[in-house]
Protein backbone atom coordinates (compact mmCIF):
# COMPACT_ATOMS: atom_id res chain seq x y z
CA UNK A 1 0.00 0.00 0.00
CA UNK A 2 1.28 3.47 -0.89
CA UNK A 3 2.30 5.45 2.39
CA UNK A 4 2.42 9.02 2.64
CA UNK A 5 4.97 10.30 5.20
CA UNK A 6 3.65 13.76 6.20
CA UNK A 7 5.60 13.78 9.66
CA UNK A 8 6.00 16.61 11.34
CA UNK A 9 9.39 18.34 13.18
CA UNK A 10 8.32 22.24 12.78
CA UNK A 11 6.60 23.97 15.92
CA UNK A 12 3.90 25.88 14.82
CA UNK A 13 1.07 23.42 14.20
CA UNK A 14 0.11 25.86 10.52
CA UNK A 15 3.39 24.55 9.06
CA UNK A 16 2.55 21.22 8.14
CA UNK A 17 -0.30 22.00 6.77
CA UNK A 18 0.82 25.04 4.36
CA UNK A 19 3.23 22.44 3.14
CA UNK A 20 0.42 19.89 2.90
CA UNK A 21 -1.54 22.54 0.96
CA UNK A 22 1.21 22.82 -1.66
CA UNK A 23 1.87 18.84 -2.14
CA UNK A 24 -1.50 17.74 -1.95
CA UNK A 25 -4.16 20.55 -2.95
CA UNK A 26 -2.33 23.14 -4.82
CA UNK A 27 -5.02 22.55 -7.36
CA UNK A 28 -7.58 25.06 -5.19
CA UNK A 29 -4.81 27.94 -5.63
CA UNK A 30 -4.11 27.05 -9.01
CA UNK A 31 -7.74 28.05 -9.89
CA UNK A 32 -7.97 30.96 -7.13
CA UNK A 33 -10.51 28.72 -5.11
CA UNK A 34 -11.52 28.69 -1.53
CA UNK A 35 -12.53 25.65 -0.51
CA UNK A 36 -14.99 25.98 2.78
CA UNK A 37 -17.25 22.98 2.47
CA UNK A 38 -15.89 20.30 4.59
CA UNK A 39 -18.98 19.47 6.29
CA UNK A 40 -20.36 18.56 2.61
CA UNK A 41 -17.00 16.85 1.56
CA UNK A 42 -13.43 16.28 2.37
CA UNK A 43 -11.04 17.61 -0.52
CA UNK A 44 -9.25 14.34 -1.59
CA UNK A 45 -5.41 14.71 -1.78
CA UNK A 46 -3.87 14.05 -5.03
CA UNK A 47 -1.46 11.21 -3.50
CA UNK A 48 -4.71 9.00 -2.77
CA UNK A 49 -5.85 9.33 -6.78
CA UNK A 50 -2.42 8.19 -7.33
CA UNK A 51 -2.09 5.38 -4.79
CA UNK A 52 -5.37 4.21 -5.60
CA UNK A 53 -4.95 3.93 -9.21
CA UNK A 54 -1.08 2.02 -8.12
CA UNK A 55 -2.96 -0.34 -5.95
CA UNK A 56 -5.63 -1.32 -8.87
CA UNK A 57 -2.82 -1.54 -11.44
CA UNK A 58 -1.17 -3.75 -9.42
CA UNK A 59 -3.93 -6.13 -8.27
CA UNK A 60 -6.63 -8.24 -10.62
CA UNK A 61 -9.46 -7.99 -8.54
CA UNK A 62 -12.86 -10.15 -9.21
CA UNK A 63 -15.92 -10.37 -7.39
CA UNK A 64 -15.45 -11.05 -3.91
CA UNK A 65 -16.66 -14.28 -1.91
CA UNK A 66 -15.37 -16.99 -4.72
CA UNK A 67 -12.51 -19.39 -4.88
CA UNK A 68 -10.90 -17.86 -7.66
CA UNK A 69 -7.81 -15.37 -7.58
CA UNK A 70 -9.33 -12.68 -8.71
CA UNK A 71 -11.76 -13.18 -6.12
CA UNK A 72 -9.73 -14.04 -3.14
CA UNK A 73 -7.51 -10.83 -4.02
CA UNK A 74 -10.83 -8.70 -3.48
CA UNK A 75 -11.67 -10.70 -0.44
CA UNK A 76 -8.70 -10.29 1.15
CA UNK A 77 -8.38 -6.33 0.26
CA UNK A 78 -12.12 -5.90 1.34
CA UNK A 79 -10.84 -7.54 5.23
CA UNK A 80 -7.77 -5.83 5.04
CA UNK A 81 -10.23 -2.33 4.82
CA UNK A 82 -12.01 -3.81 7.89
CA UNK A 83 -9.07 -4.56 9.68
CA UNK A 84 -8.02 -0.90 8.90
CA UNK A 85 -11.41 1.14 10.06
CA UNK A 86 -11.28 -0.70 13.44
CA UNK A 87 -7.83 0.10 13.94
CA UNK A 88 -8.02 3.41 12.52
CA UNK A 89 -11.33 4.25 15.53
CA UNK A 90 -9.12 1.89 18.12
CA UNK A 91 -12.08 -0.44 18.05
CA UNK A 92 -11.26 -3.66 19.84
CA UNK A 93 -11.84 -6.73 16.74
CA UNK A 94 -13.78 -8.94 19.04
CA UNK A 95 -16.07 -6.39 20.06
CA UNK A 96 -16.76 -4.58 17.02
CA UNK A 97 -17.65 -5.24 12.82
CA UNK A 98 -17.50 -2.81 10.06
CA UNK A 99 -19.94 -3.56 7.67
CA UNK A 100 -19.51 -1.22 4.70
CA UNK A 101 -22.53 0.53 3.23
CA UNK A 102 -23.04 3.23 0.42
CA UNK A 103 -22.53 6.21 3.05
CA UNK A 104 -23.39 7.18 6.43
CA UNK A 105 -27.02 7.59 5.03
CA UNK A 106 -27.17 3.99 4.07
CA UNK A 107 -25.50 2.51 7.53
CA UNK A 108 -28.28 4.12 9.27
CA UNK A 109 -30.56 3.17 7.27
CA UNK A 110 -29.26 -0.24 8.01
CA UNK A 111 -30.22 0.13 11.41
CA UNK A 112 -33.28 1.65 11.29
CA UNK A 113 -35.42 -1.01 9.28
CA UNK A 114 -33.74 -3.88 11.52
CA UNK A 115 -33.82 -2.75 14.93
CA UNK A 116 -36.31 -4.35 16.89
CA UNK A 117 -38.96 -1.49 17.23
CA UNK A 118 -42.04 -2.79 18.71
CA UNK A 119 -45.14 -1.00 21.34
CA UNK A 120 -42.99 -0.65 24.53
CA UNK A 121 -40.35 0.85 22.52
CA UNK A 122 -38.46 4.53 22.65
CA UNK A 123 -36.96 6.21 20.33
CA UNK A 124 -35.29 9.23 21.12
CA UNK A 125 -33.02 11.40 19.28
CA UNK A 126 -31.81 14.77 19.39
CA UNK A 127 -33.79 17.94 17.42
CA UNK A 128 -29.75 18.28 16.15
CA UNK A 129 -30.63 15.54 14.11
CA UNK A 130 -29.25 15.03 10.44
CA UNK A 131 -32.99 14.07 8.13
CA UNK A 132 -30.85 10.87 7.78
CA UNK A 133 -31.62 10.11 11.12
CA UNK A 134 -34.80 11.81 11.90
CA UNK A 135 -36.04 9.28 8.98
CA UNK A 136 -35.32 6.57 11.59
CA UNK A 137 -38.73 7.40 12.87
CA UNK A 138 -41.11 6.30 9.99
CA UNK A 139 -39.83 2.98 11.06
CA UNK A 140 -40.34 3.52 14.71
CA UNK A 141 -43.34 4.80 14.47
CA UNK A 142 -44.76 2.31 12.31
CA UNK A 143 -43.80 -0.30 14.68
CA UNK A 144 -45.29 0.99 17.57
CA UNK A 145 -42.41 3.10 19.47
CA UNK A 146 -42.69 6.05 20.91
CA UNK A 147 -41.13 8.76 19.19
CA UNK A 148 -39.33 11.58 21.14
CA UNK A 149 -37.09 14.07 20.55
CA UNK A 150 -34.82 16.17 22.87
CA UNK A 151 -35.31 19.70 22.83
CA UNK A 152 -32.62 22.26 21.76
CA UNK A 153 -31.95 25.53 23.74
CA UNK A 154 -31.25 28.45 21.98
CA UNK A 155 -27.95 28.25 21.91
CA UNK A 156 -28.12 24.76 20.03
CA UNK A 157 -27.30 22.66 22.55
CA UNK A 158 -29.15 19.46 24.31
CA UNK A 159 -29.73 20.00 27.80
CA UNK A 160 -30.64 17.59 31.12
CA UNK A 161 -29.99 14.16 28.29
CA UNK A 162 -29.83 11.80 30.66
CA UNK A 163 -33.14 13.32 32.74
CA UNK A 164 -35.03 13.30 29.47
CA UNK A 165 -34.06 9.68 28.67
CA UNK A 166 -34.79 8.43 31.78
CA UNK A 167 -38.44 9.32 31.80
CA UNK A 168 -39.15 7.49 28.73
CA UNK A 169 -40.10 3.84 28.59
CA UNK A 170 -37.34 1.30 27.73
CA UNK A 171 -39.09 -2.03 28.97
CA UNK A 172 -38.86 -3.27 25.06
CA UNK A 173 -35.50 -2.53 22.42
CA UNK A 174 -35.03 1.42 22.62
CA UNK A 175 -32.60 3.34 20.92
CA UNK A 176 -30.73 6.65 20.84
CA UNK A 177 -29.63 8.61 17.85
CA UNK A 178 -27.14 11.50 18.36
CA UNK A 179 -24.65 13.48 16.30
CA UNK A 180 -21.35 13.35 17.34
CA UNK A 181 -21.03 16.64 15.81
CA UNK A 182 -23.57 18.60 14.53
CA UNK A 183 -23.82 18.89 10.74
CA UNK A 184 -25.26 22.79 11.20
CA UNK A 185 -23.37 24.42 14.34
CA UNK A 186 -20.59 22.43 14.27
CA UNK A 187 -21.05 21.77 18.04
CA UNK A 188 -19.78 18.47 19.31
CA UNK A 189 -21.95 17.12 21.69
CA UNK A 190 -20.91 15.17 24.77
CA UNK A 191 -19.55 11.35 23.99
CA UNK A 192 -20.60 10.59 27.55
CA UNK A 193 -24.16 10.61 26.30
CA UNK A 194 -23.33 7.36 24.70
CA UNK A 195 -22.74 5.38 27.78
CA UNK A 196 -25.20 7.40 30.02
CA UNK A 197 -28.16 6.03 27.47
CA UNK A 198 -26.72 2.54 27.62
CA UNK A 199 -27.07 2.62 31.34
CA UNK A 200 -30.54 3.82 30.74
CA UNK A 201 -31.40 0.92 28.87
CA UNK A 202 -30.80 1.84 25.25
CA UNK A 203 -29.07 0.90 22.22
CA UNK A 204 -27.12 4.19 20.65
CA UNK A 205 -26.64 5.13 17.34
CA UNK A 206 -24.09 7.59 17.14
CA UNK A 207 -23.97 9.69 13.84
CA UNK A 208 -20.20 10.97 13.37
CA UNK A 209 -20.52 11.61 9.84
CA UNK A 210 -19.47 15.00 10.45
CA UNK A 211 -17.21 14.56 13.40
CA UNK A 212 -14.31 11.60 12.75
CA UNK A 213 -12.87 14.18 9.75
CA UNK A 214 -10.99 16.40 11.98
CA UNK A 215 -11.95 14.85 15.35
CA UNK A 216 -10.45 11.20 16.98
CA UNK A 217 -12.91 8.86 17.55
CA UNK A 218 -11.62 6.48 20.07
CA UNK A 219 -13.94 3.01 20.16
CA UNK A 220 -12.34 1.89 23.18
CA UNK A 221 -13.40 4.89 25.02
CA UNK A 222 -16.56 6.04 23.94
CA UNK A 223 -18.21 2.59 22.73
CA UNK A 224 -21.93 2.99 20.99
CA UNK A 225 -23.61 0.29 19.53
CA UNK A 226 -23.61 1.63 16.29
CA UNK A 227 -21.59 4.45 14.52
CA UNK A 228 -22.31 5.98 11.15
CA UNK A 229 -19.72 7.14 8.88
CA UNK A 230 -19.26 8.29 5.47
CA UNK A 231 -15.21 8.07 3.82
CA UNK A 232 -15.64 10.85 0.93
CA UNK A 233 -16.62 13.17 4.22
CA UNK A 234 -13.09 12.26 5.67
CA UNK A 235 -10.55 12.09 3.11
CA UNK A 236 -12.75 13.26 -0.29
CA UNK A 237 -12.53 10.19 -2.34
CA UNK A 238 -13.98 7.69 -3.27
CA UNK A 239 -17.65 8.36 -2.97
CA UNK A 240 -20.17 5.68 -2.59
CA UNK A 241 -18.27 3.97 0.09
CA UNK A 242 -19.45 4.52 3.89
CA UNK A 243 -19.25 2.56 7.16
CA UNK A 244 -21.51 0.93 10.14
CA UNK A 245 -19.15 0.37 12.87
CA UNK A 246 -21.19 -2.24 14.88
CA UNK A 247 -20.79 -3.96 18.07
CA UNK A 248 -21.42 -7.85 17.45
CA UNK A 249 -23.21 -8.12 20.02
CA UNK A 250 -25.57 -5.24 18.95
CA UNK A 251 -25.76 -6.59 15.33
CA UNK A 252 -27.09 -9.54 16.47
CA UNK A 253 -30.11 -7.64 18.13
CA UNK A 254 -30.89 -6.39 14.04
CA UNK A 255 -33.57 -8.45 12.32
CA UNK A 256 -33.10 -7.88 9.11
CA UNK A 257 -36.29 -7.16 6.97
CA UNK A 258 -34.99 -8.81 4.21
CA UNK A 259 -32.50 -10.71 2.02
CA UNK A 260 -30.40 -9.96 -0.93
CA UNK A 261 -27.72 -11.82 -3.08
CA UNK A 262 -24.57 -12.05 -0.77
CA UNK A 263 -26.21 -11.70 2.61
CA UNK A 264 -27.72 -15.04 2.76
CA UNK A 265 -25.84 -18.99 2.54
CA UNK A 266 -29.07 -20.64 1.35
CA UNK A 267 -32.51 -19.91 -0.03
CA UNK A 268 -35.07 -22.32 -1.30
CA UNK A 269 -37.60 -21.48 -3.18
CA UNK A 270 -39.85 -24.46 -2.67
CA UNK A 271 -39.71 -23.31 0.56
CA UNK A 272 -39.64 -20.02 2.25
CA UNK A 273 -36.43 -21.09 3.81
CA UNK A 274 -33.07 -18.78 3.82
CA UNK A 275 -30.05 -18.76 5.98
CA UNK A 276 -28.44 -15.15 6.45
CA UNK A 277 -24.50 -15.35 5.94
CA UNK A 278 -22.63 -15.12 9.59
CA UNK A 279 -21.21 -11.59 10.45
CA UNK A 280 -21.23 -8.11 8.70
CA UNK A 281 -21.66 -10.28 5.33
CA UNK A 282 -25.52 -10.35 6.26
CA UNK A 283 -25.68 -6.76 6.24
CA UNK A 284 -24.07 -6.08 2.95
CA UNK A 285 -26.69 -6.16 0.44
CA UNK A 286 -25.16 -7.27 -2.97
CA UNK A 287 -21.38 -6.63 -3.97
CA UNK A 288 -19.54 -4.96 -1.81
CA UNK A 289 -17.50 -1.66 -3.25
CA UNK A 290 -14.14 -3.90 -3.97
CA UNK A 291 -12.41 -1.48 -5.71
CA UNK A 292 -13.17 1.46 -3.47
CA UNK A 293 -12.44 -0.58 -0.37
CA UNK A 294 -8.51 -0.72 -1.56
CA UNK A 295 -8.93 3.28 -1.36
CA UNK A 296 -10.14 3.36 2.34
CA UNK A 297 -7.05 2.22 3.24
CA UNK A 298 -4.73 4.63 1.82
CA UNK A 299 -7.30 6.97 2.61
CA UNK A 300 -6.92 6.23 6.30
CA UNK A 301 -3.28 6.11 5.91
CA UNK A 302 -3.36 9.82 4.88
CA UNK A 303 -4.98 11.08 8.20
CA UNK A 304 -3.18 8.63 10.12
CA UNK A 305 0.14 9.81 8.96
CA UNK A 306 -1.19 13.42 9.81
CA UNK A 307 -2.60 12.33 13.39
CA UNK A 308 -5.79 12.96 14.11
CA UNK A 309 -4.99 14.73 17.56
CA UNK A 310 -2.92 17.21 15.55
CA UNK A 311 -5.85 17.78 12.52
CA UNK A 312 -8.59 18.59 15.15
CA UNK A 313 -5.88 21.03 16.93
CA UNK A 314 -5.29 22.61 14.02
CA UNK A 315 -8.80 22.70 12.77
CA UNK A 316 -9.62 24.21 16.04
CA UNK A 317 -7.47 26.83 16.09
CA UNK A 318 -8.56 27.93 12.57
CA UNK A 319 -12.24 27.77 12.65
CA UNK A 320 -11.63 30.01 16.53
CA UNK A 321 -10.17 31.94 14.33
CA UNK A 322 -12.80 32.00 11.90
CA UNK A 323 -15.70 32.84 14.76
CA UNK A 324 -13.40 35.42 15.94
CA UNK A 325 -12.87 37.68 12.93
CA UNK A 326 -16.60 37.20 12.19
CA UNK A 327 -17.83 38.32 15.53
CA UNK A 328 -15.66 41.17 14.91
CA UNK A 329 -17.04 42.35 11.84
CA UNK A 330 -18.66 45.90 11.94
CA UNK A 331 -20.88 47.79 9.98
CA UNK A 332 -19.45 51.66 9.72
CA UNK A 333 -21.97 52.58 12.12
CA UNK A 334 -20.60 49.63 14.51
CA UNK A 335 -23.66 47.32 14.31
CA UNK A 336 -22.93 43.85 13.84
CA UNK A 337 -22.61 42.40 10.97
CA UNK A 338 -22.90 39.25 11.18
CA UNK A 339 -25.41 36.62 13.54
CA UNK A 340 -23.86 33.19 14.55
CA UNK A 341 -25.50 30.30 15.63
CA UNK A 342 -24.41 28.02 18.38
CA UNK A 343 -23.83 29.47 21.74
CA UNK A 344 -19.70 30.16 22.35
CA UNK A 345 -19.93 28.00 25.87
CA UNK A 346 -20.74 25.12 24.07
CA UNK A 347 -17.45 22.67 22.46
CA UNK A 348 -17.35 23.08 18.49
CA UNK A 349 -15.63 21.38 15.82
CA UNK A 350 -14.48 23.19 12.48
CA UNK A 351 -18.29 24.21 11.16
CA UNK A 352 -19.64 27.59 11.86
CA UNK A 353 -23.18 28.54 10.80
CA UNK A 354 -24.21 32.37 10.68
CA UNK A 355 -26.59 34.63 8.83
CA UNK A 356 -25.17 38.47 7.04
CA UNK A 357 -26.57 41.59 8.68
CA UNK A 358 -27.39 44.40 6.68
CA UNK A 359 -27.17 47.92 8.48
CA UNK A 360 -30.73 48.06 10.18
CA UNK A 361 -29.65 44.99 11.83
CA UNK A 362 -32.28 42.78 9.36
CA UNK A 363 -31.11 38.98 7.88
CA UNK A 364 -29.78 39.19 4.39
CA UNK A 365 -30.97 36.46 2.64
CA UNK A 366 -28.24 34.13 2.13
CA UNK A 367 -28.80 33.45 -0.96
CA UNK A 368 -27.76 36.56 -1.89
CA UNK A 369 -24.70 36.10 -0.32
CA UNK A 370 -23.72 32.79 -1.12
CA UNK A 371 -24.34 33.51 -5.14
CA UNK A 372 -21.99 36.29 -4.57
CA UNK A 373 -19.15 34.25 -2.78
CA UNK A 374 -19.76 32.07 -5.87
CA UNK A 375 -18.76 34.61 -7.99
CA UNK A 376 -15.51 35.02 -5.92
CA UNK A 377 -14.50 31.87 -5.86
CA UNK A 378 -15.47 30.60 -2.45
CA UNK A 379 -17.36 27.39 -1.89
CA UNK A 380 -19.86 27.46 1.32
CA UNK A 381 -23.01 26.14 1.84
CA UNK A 382 -26.70 27.89 2.51
CA UNK A 383 -29.77 26.35 3.69
CA UNK A 384 -30.64 24.67 6.82
CA UNK A 385 -28.23 21.65 5.63
CA UNK A 386 -30.46 18.78 5.84
CA UNK A 387 -30.89 19.59 9.75
CA UNK A 388 -34.35 21.20 10.19
CA UNK A 389 -34.46 20.87 13.84
CA UNK A 390 -31.50 23.20 14.24
CA UNK A 391 -33.02 25.46 11.75
CA UNK A 392 -36.05 25.64 13.94
CA UNK A 393 -34.20 26.50 17.15
CA UNK A 394 -31.44 28.80 15.87
CA UNK A 395 -34.40 30.63 14.01
CA UNK A 396 -36.81 30.58 16.88
CA UNK A 397 -40.02 29.40 14.47
CA UNK A 398 -43.14 28.69 16.57
CA UNK A 399 -44.48 25.62 16.33
CA UNK A 400 -48.22 25.97 15.64
CA UNK A 401 -47.03 28.89 12.45
CA UNK A 402 -44.52 26.23 11.16
CA UNK A 403 -47.17 23.50 11.25
CA UNK A 404 -49.44 25.45 9.03
CA UNK A 405 -47.05 27.02 6.66
CA UNK A 406 -45.85 23.85 5.78
CA UNK A 407 -49.02 22.93 5.58
CA UNK A 408 -49.71 25.37 3.43
CA UNK A 409 -47.09 23.88 0.90
CA UNK A 410 -48.01 22.49 -1.85
CA UNK A 411 -46.05 18.75 -3.02
CA UNK A 412 -43.13 19.45 -5.14
CA UNK A 413 -43.53 23.11 -5.07
CA UNK A 414 -41.41 23.57 -1.76
CA UNK A 415 -39.06 26.31 -1.08
CA UNK A 416 -37.34 28.28 1.41
CA UNK A 417 -38.67 31.56 0.33
CA UNK A 418 -42.32 30.80 0.00
CA UNK A 419 -41.61 28.76 3.40
CA UNK A 420 -40.48 32.52 4.60
CA UNK A 421 -43.15 34.60 3.19
CA UNK A 422 -45.49 32.72 5.13
CA UNK A 423 -43.48 32.77 8.41
CA UNK A 424 -43.20 36.52 7.47
CA UNK A 425 -39.57 36.61 8.05
CA UNK A 426 -36.40 36.41 6.45
CA UNK A 427 -34.38 33.71 8.54
CA UNK A 428 -35.13 30.36 7.34
CA UNK A 429 -31.62 29.13 6.63
CA UNK A 430 -28.51 30.56 7.11
CA UNK A 431 -24.67 29.89 5.42
CA UNK A 432 -22.53 27.18 6.77
CA UNK A 433 -18.29 27.45 6.29
CA UNK A 434 -16.72 24.71 7.78
CA UNK A 435 -12.95 23.47 7.55
CA UNK A 436 -10.44 20.94 7.13
CA UNK A 437 -6.62 19.61 6.53
CA UNK A 438 -6.89 21.37 3.04
CA UNK A 439 -7.28 24.85 4.51
CA UNK A 440 -5.06 27.47 5.43
CA UNK A 441 -5.40 30.73 7.23
CA UNK A 442 -5.61 32.76 4.26
CA UNK A 443 -9.00 30.64 3.14
CA UNK A 444 -10.35 32.41 6.94
CA UNK A 445 -9.09 35.72 5.52
CA UNK A 446 -10.21 35.18 1.71
CA UNK A 447 -14.18 34.68 3.35
CA UNK A 448 -13.69 37.54 6.07
CA UNK A 449 -12.26 40.34 3.43
CA UNK A 450 -15.25 39.30 0.83
CA UNK A 451 -17.85 39.56 4.19
CA UNK A 452 -16.34 42.83 5.39
CA UNK A 453 -16.86 44.84 1.65
CA UNK A 454 -20.09 43.36 1.05
C1 LIG B 1 -24.06 14.63 10.49
C2 LIG B 1 -24.38 13.97 9.19
N1 LIG B 1 -25.00 12.80 9.20
C3 LIG B 1 -25.31 12.14 8.07
C4 LIG B 1 -25.01 12.68 6.85
C5 LIG B 1 -25.36 11.92 5.62
O1 LIG B 1 -24.19 11.57 4.94
P1 LIG B 1 -24.27 10.90 3.49
O2 LIG B 1 -24.95 11.89 2.62
O3 LIG B 1 -22.84 10.70 3.11
O4 LIG B 1 -25.02 9.65 3.63
C6 LIG B 1 -24.38 13.93 6.78
C7 LIG B 1 -24.10 14.55 5.48
O5 LIG B 1 -23.86 15.72 5.34
C8 LIG B 1 -24.03 14.58 7.98
O6 LIG B 1 -23.41 15.76 7.97
Request: net charge neutral.
Given at each position: ?????????Q??????????????????????????DY??????????????????????????????????????????A??????????????????????????????????????????A??????????????????A????????????????????????????????????????????????????????????????????????A?N????????????F????G????????????S???????????????????????L??????????????VN??????????L???????????????????????????????P????????????????????????L??????????????M??????S????C???P??????????K????????????????????????E??????L????????????????????D??
Amino acid sequence: MWVLNYSVTQKSAADPFERLRSQEFSRLDQQGQVYLDYTGAALYPESLLHSHSAALQSSVLGNPHSNNPASLQSTQSVDAARADVLAFFNADPDEYMVVFTANASNAIKLVAESFPFQSGSSFALTADNHNSVNGIRQFAARAGAHVRYLPLDRGLGVRAVAQQLAQLDTDAPSLFAYPAQSNFSGIRHALSHVETAQRLGYSVLLDAAAYVPTSALNLRETRPDFVAISFYKMFGYPTGIGALIARRSALKRLVRPWFAGGTVDYVSTQSDLYGLSAGEAAFEDGTVNFTSAVAVRSGLAFLSSLGMDRIARYVDELSEELRGALRRLRHPGGGRKVRLYGSPDHDHGGCVAFNVLDQSGRVVPYEHVEQMACDQGISLRRGCFCNPGCAEAAFGFEKAKTEACLNQQTAGAFSPRRLAQCLETHEVGCLRVSVGVANVRSDIYRLIDFLDQL
